[in-house]
């Protein structure tokens, strides 16, 4: 089966957050995410998304 984005484990990592900031990041809508076969999947275009835009806002301080 090929995936289709990375598991919110993944994303936590690669943003250096806990997996309930995660989860929270998704429930506001800030890091859109979908199921899959059961299982919650980011795609890493979202992750890019987000990483971008934090970056902005950061860079306006």
């Given at each position: 089966?090929?995936q289709r984005?990375i598991s ?54």
């Amino acid at each position: 089966m090929t995936q289709r984005g990375i598991s919110p484990t993944e994303a936590a990592r690669y943003l250096h957050i806990s997996q309930s900031s995660l989860y929270t990041l998704m429930q506001r809508g800030q890091l859109p995410s979908q199921r899959i076969n059961g299982f919650r999947v980011i795609s890493r275009g979202a992750l890019m998304d987000y990483c971008a835009r934090k970056r902005n806002t950061l860079e306006q301080w």
